[in-house]
């Protein structure tokens, strides 16, 4: 079957939306989606909190998700003469996180962006390798590690002076979040995720342009441009709570296309009806961002590797 718009042979078959297109026509879809997704999110950001957006940070792992992203914002921010800056965490994952950072830079230096890099070591004075030794968690190594990788973003953010921060968060793992939530019945989470609809104090909103976009889309998106990524995979994944929800989330979308970007639809719905968050409240011991009166979730797990 022959790309319906041009009747070039197709790349791609979307089986959510029943479109067949060629490499150009795929290319053209994809970049309007993901460059319309994020002038819309930053619309959003600026008619609610009455600011202007000259600086942008990037969080970049070297994977092929927020490479994609560099790319799309690039084409966004020649449009609006809109700065960009690369923010990479290092966890100091042995064997994996030194060679991601690699494809990080070599992607900064192609669309002349500079990049910041942080660890873990100057977080809390141990790489997480260290940590998992020393203070082994009673559940995944995700949980630890999301909490440090949070909040070294947010302080790459704030000290790189930015008035947002692109991630590169596809449509599946947009979705799967999505569902994680609603298992637990945390409409307040749902409410609160990322892209951020207003600027709260001491936290940099988060965009998601590529967040409509499947994961397979974004793969074939970056192997058609022959962009250079990392394909590794974190040696502490298999132990993710998230991969039960992966997998039952594409059993759905095999059985009923669509299944994600419903997730996604839901979610907005959600929103709609939810008043914007009021003012975050400060953490009484770091003074970084709390979701409650009491210390932020760090401070409670990690105090005593920064005191």
């Known amino acids: 079957m022959a790309c319906k718009k041009c009747s070039i042979d197709p790349v791609i078959s979307r089986r959510y939306s029943g479109e067949v297109l060629c490499e150009r026509c795929f290319f053209k879809s994809f970049e309007k989606n993901a460059i319309k997704e994020l002038r819309s999110q930053i619309n959003v950001l600026i008619k609610n909190s009455d600011i202007q957006i000259k600086r942008i940070g990037i969080g970049l792992s070297g994977g092929k998700d927020s490479t994609v992203a560099l ?15 690369g923010l990479s965490v290092d966890e100091g994952i042995e064997d994996y996180r030194s060679d991601s950072l690699e494809c990080a830079r070599k992607s900064c230096e192609s669309f002349n962006v500079p990049l910041r890099i942080f660890s873990y070591k100057e977080l809390i004075g141990m790489t997480l390798g260290e940590l998992l030794i ?18 070294s973003l947010n ?5 790189a002076d930015v008035d947002c921060m692109v991630l590169g968060h596809n449509l599946d793992d947009f979705s799967q979040t999505v569902l994680m939530n609603h298992s637990r019945g945390d409409i307040s989470r749902l409410s609160r995720m990322a892209p951020h609809r207003s600027v709260q104090k001491g936290f940099i909103p988060r965009l998601l342009p590529l967040r409509r976009l499947p994961e397979q ?10 962009m250079d990524f990392h394909e590794g995979t974190c040696p502490y994944a298999g132990k ?52 409650g009166s009491g210390p932020c979730v760090f401070c409670r797990e990690f105090s005593s590797f920064v005191a």
């Open 71 to 85: 790319k799309i914002l690039d084409y966004y921010s020649k449009e609006r003469d809109i700065e960009i800056v």
């Open 134 to 151: 020393s203070n082994p968690p009673d559940a995944s190594p995700c949980s630890p590690c999301g909490i440090l990788r949070r909040r």
């Open 217 to 226: 889309e974004v793969y074939l998106y970056a192997l058609l441009n022959n």
């Open 240 to 291: 993710a709570q998230r991969n039960l929800f992966r997998k039952l989330l594409m059993d759905l979308e095999q059985k009923q296309p669509g299944t994600r970007h419903s997730l996604l639809s839901g979610m907005e719905k959600i929103r709609e009806n939810v008043e914007l968050p009021s003012e975050i409240s400060s953490c009484p011991s770091c003074g970084e961002p709390s979701g």
């Open 155 to 159: 302080q790459m953010a704030k000290n």
